[in-house]
Structure formats: structure tokens, C-alpha cells
């Protein structure tokens, strides 16, 4: 299947900095790319899809200034969490979908993000 | 209301064993359906598409009653490496957005 890695596999912040994940396509182009959230024991929650080229879509509750979404390339989407306070500390994981007939979202290996 | 409902387990098995899942769904919207398996500190990986038709692929038999919105997964002869978290998924027609459901725990005992 397709790959789709994620950069950084953990990270620890203090409360109050941004931080920045990477989410790369590595071997096909991503019309669409999504970002997850999950916390402790629950589902993951979708957070916006990002489309090359274009703004990202928010779910409802999710703010767009704290969650900076940037998809500048068919390979490459950012999410910067800004101003990070401790119940920001999640499970992110993106999925990235090829849009050429195929259903199927190839999943990265998730960030573990830990504000202190 | 969840949009997509599963009971969360946890679901302790002898090996060998048959289990059952169910998941129901409310968005009369939905077109995909699939189940997911999910690890511990790691991402969902696409285990089963789920057909009207109904559809097996090996140990794992997966149903899909439209009417009733209800979606199952049986695994037969469970391996120890059954264990994980199974995750009911629906996506609309025409949308790529995928609603997980909160996932069922299952632990496969040796």
C-alpha cells in the first residue's frame, strides 16, 4: 500500500509555543490530505482536510487559528498547533487520499504531542 | 448521539474462539463502510471494505444491513494477534471524510 509518513513520531512542548507536525505522501500525490485527533480511549476525530492549493475546512469546534493547517505541495501538509496548553496533548495522525478512484485514505504513523 | 455507535469492550476471548462486533450507524448518508484495526499508540490500518452483500476475507466476515444501519465483523478461530481495537468507520457518497467509531477493545487470551 501507499506510504505516508509523519514528522515528528513524539514531541514534548511547553505550554505556550507552537509546534509543528509534518504529514508527506511518499510515494503518490495527495489531492487531499486529512488531520486527525485522538485522545486517550477514544475515536479519532477529524479535525479539517486540507486540499492542495487551497484552505484548509474545519470541523465544527475546531479553531483555525490555533490549528494552522498548510498544504503547499501534492506531498506535503503542516499542522502548527500554536500556543500550545496542555490539554492540547493528543494523539495526531493524518491520512492522505489520492482522489484517482480509489476510497481508501493511507494513514501516518501518528504524533504524540505532550505539552508540559 | 454518536454518528457512528460501537460498544466499546473490552472483549476478553479464548483463542480459538468466535467473536462478534456489531456497529450502527445514523446518517441515512453513508454509502463506504469499513473496519478498521487499531493498535495500541498506533494508526488505524484499513483491515476490511464492508459490501450489502456481505464479504470474507480469510478468518473475517464482514455484514452490512442497510435498512436496519447496522454493520458487523465476525472473526473466527482468533489468533493472539487478534488483540487490538476494531474500528466501525462510515463515508459519505461523493465525500472523502471518513466518522470512526469509538472502537471495540478486544484482547485475545492464550
Known amino acids: 500500500g501507499a506510504v505516508v509518513s509523519q514528522h515528528p513520531s513524539r514531541v514534548i512542548c511547553k505550554s505556550g509555543t507552537s509546534v509543528k507536525i509534518e504529514c508527506r505522501s511518499l510515494?503518490?500525490?495527495?489531492?487531499?490530505m486529512f488531520w486527525y485527533r485522538q485522545f486517550p480511549k477514544q475515536s479519532l476525530m477529524l479535525m479539517a482536510t486540507s486540499n492542495e492549493g487551497s484552505k484548509a475546512t474545519y470541523e465544527q469546534g475546531v479553531e483555525k487559528d490555533k490549528f494552522l493547517i498548510n498544504h503547499a505541495s501534492l506531498t506535503l501538509s503542516t499542522l502548527t498547533v500554536t500556543s500550545a496548553h496542555p490539554e492540547d496533548s493528543s494523539f495526531y495522525i493524518c491520512?492522505?487520499?489520492?482522489?484517482?478512484?480509489?476510497?481508501?485514505?493511507?494513514f501516518g504513523p501518528g504524533t504524540r504531542l505532550t505539552v508540559t | 448521539r454518536k454518528e457512528v455507535e460501537q460498544d466499546p469492550g473490552p472483549f476478553n476471548v479464548p483463542e480459538g474462539a468466535t467473536v462478534a462486533f456489531n456497529c450502527t450507524y445514523s446518517?441515512?448518508?453513508?454509502?463506504?463502510f469499513f473496519w478498521y484495526r487499531q493498535d495500541c499508540r498506533k494508526e488505524p490500518k484499513l483491515l476490511m471494505s464492508v459490501y450489502s452483500s456481505g464479504n470474507e476475507d480469510g478468518r473475517f466476515t464482514a455484514q452490512l444491513n442497510r435498512a436496519s444501519q447496522y454493520i458487523s465483523l465476525l472473526i473466527r478461530d482468533s489468533k493472539l494477534s487478534d488483540s487490538a481495537t476494531y474500528l466501525c468507520v462510515t463515508q459519505n457518497f461523493g465525500n472523502e471524510k471518513l466518522t470512526f467509531g469509538t472502537g471495540t477493545r478486544l484482547t485475545i487470551i492464550p
Open positions: 446518517n441515512s448518508a453513508s454509502q463506504s
Open positions: 491520512s492522505a487520499y489520492a482522489g484517482t478512484g480509489s476510497y481508501e485514505q493511507y
Open positions: 510515494d503518490f500525490q495527495a489531492t487531499t
